[in-house]
């Protein structure tokens, strides 16, 4: 009953007066994160303690990113690129080789429905004016955080330890972007 009660806020918020951001940051973009999620912790191979060794603090730009200073624009240029980055990291070959094909396949199809939802807003939230947003600022230190998790994972030589520390960071990761979408959804709310 209290998810149900959750779900309708959301729809509310979504639909109702001055909710719509100008585009469709639709409910089920905000399920198909949650989804993403639950595929993550079904990715888990290993227990992590199995991997104290290989921890790493990748330093996640959470200030930047979760901190009230985003403009909308600056908003879901971050989560474009948090999610871009996502996929990107999950469509290697060695992610290919980690992970159960099935899943990873789920996974992947998820990340793709979260970016097609925000290349529809990307382009009305987004004039000319905005196009250097993805060059600078929390965009740059989003694609910056994610060159470190490659750098990690090729210095490990993509081992199992090494994408068990990546896949729990890619959780926090979109744990993060799940809040960003929930203050993006009520920016225009």
Not at 69 to 81: D, G, I, M, P, T
Not at 136 to 157: C, D, M, S
Request: glycine share 8%; with cysteine; hydrophobic share 40%.
């Amino acid at each position: 009953a209290f998810v149900l009660s959750l779900l309708m806020a959301l729809v509310l918020v979504s639909y109702g007066p001055g909710g719509s951001l100008g585009c469709d940051l639709s409910q089920n973009h905000v399920l198909v994160g949650r989804k993403n999620l639950r595929l993550l912790g079904q990715m888990r191979r290993l227990s992590p303690r199995f991997c104290l060794q290989d921890r790493k603090d990748f330093v996640f730009p959470q200030e930047m990113v979760e901190g009230g200073q985003l403009q909308e624009a600056q908003a879901f240029s971050v989560l474009h690129e948090m999610l871009q980055q996502s996929l990107s990291l999950f469509h290697t070959e060695p992610s290919s080789a980690a992970w159960d094909t099935t899943v990873l396949a789920q996974l992947r199809t998820g990340l793709h429905q979260q970016l097609d939802d925000l290349d529809a807003c990307l382009g009305q939230v987004m004039g000319e004016e905005d196009s250097a947003l993805g060059r600078t600022g929390p965009t740059l230190a989003v694609k910056r955080y994610f060159q470190g998790i490659h750098v990690y994972l090729k210095e490990k030589g993509y081992s199992d330890c090494a994408w068990e520390i990546v896949r729990v960071e890619i959780m926090r990761t979109l744990s993060s972007s799940a809040s960003l979408q929930e203050r993006l959804r009520m920016m225009d709310g």
